[in-house]
């Protein structure tokens, strides 16, 4: 079994609907975080969490939120999905500071 | 701002040819430094790392790469090339708590 399990794998949607990725992982690990994947540009941060009380915004948060429901859970949503949305969306896990991260194999999302 | 560069967007090579994907990092006090491989329809899978200690670090599947503070980069190589390493390469380094990655190189391996 996958450490980090997202979920769904692929997404389509339309534009103004709202939208839940979810993310669990297995590694006990208590940081968080999920980026976005846009060809040409690498990975992008949006939000990353230290544990369940603490949420922070990354580079590109705007238009997204997220819930660190417990250690193992950390979702993302997309309140009003906009075609500029559409990407590869990864969530990831790291112990600490300066660690290595351990990823998910992604949920690809089309917002039509 | 900290920042990863990634000179080349894609690099084609004959199998069993050498390897070398180039990164560049933004001079700092601390660097902590990654490379992941991130192969089709899957995630980003570390490859190695350079924490601190000698600045030639091996990883998994016959890579390694050089930390060069004085010329700032961070290449990965591979002296032999293999079909299956066909993937996206990602340099990343790590300032504070977050990873900031490059733009990725494209490893296309030909027969």
């Known amino acids: 079994d996958a450490d980090v399990t997202q979920t769904p794998r692929n997404r389509i949607t339309k534009t103004g609907k709202r939208i839940m990725l979810e993310c669990s992982q297995t590694?006990?690990?208590?940081?968080m975080y999920w980026y976005r994947q846009d060809p040409g540009l690498g990975l992008r941060l949006i939000y990353y969490s230290f544990d369940v009380k603490d949420i922070n915004k990354g580079e590109i948060s705007d238009g997204y939120s997220v819930s660190r429901q417990a250690q193992a859970k950390f979702s993302l949503s997309l309140e009003s999905a906009i075609p500029n949305q559409t990407a590869l969306y990864f969530c990831?896990?790291?112990?600490?500071?300066?660690?290595?991260?351990?990823f998910g194999d992604g949920t690809r999302l089309s917002i039509l | 701002a900290q920042s990863v560069t990634q000179l080349d967007s894609q690099v084609p090579v004959f199998e069993e040819a050498p390897v070398e994907l180039r990164c560049n990092y933004s001079s700092s006090v601390s660097v902590y430094l990654f490379w992941y491989v991130q192969y089709p329809n899957q995630g980003l899978q570390l490859l190695l790392k350079y924490l601190s200690g000698s600045t030639l670090v091996k990883g998994i599947n016959g890579f390694e790469a050089e930390f060069n503070k004085s010329q700032t980069s961070f290449h990965l190589r591979k002296p032999s090339v293999h079909i299956s390493d066909t993937a996206e390469y990602f340099c990343a380094r790590s300032p504070t708590d977050k990873l900031i990655f490059g733009t990725g190189t494209r490893l296309q391996v030909f027969p």
């Open positions: 590694k006990g690990h208590d940081r």
């Open positions: 990831a896990t790291s112990t600490g500071s300066h660690q290595p991260q351990h």
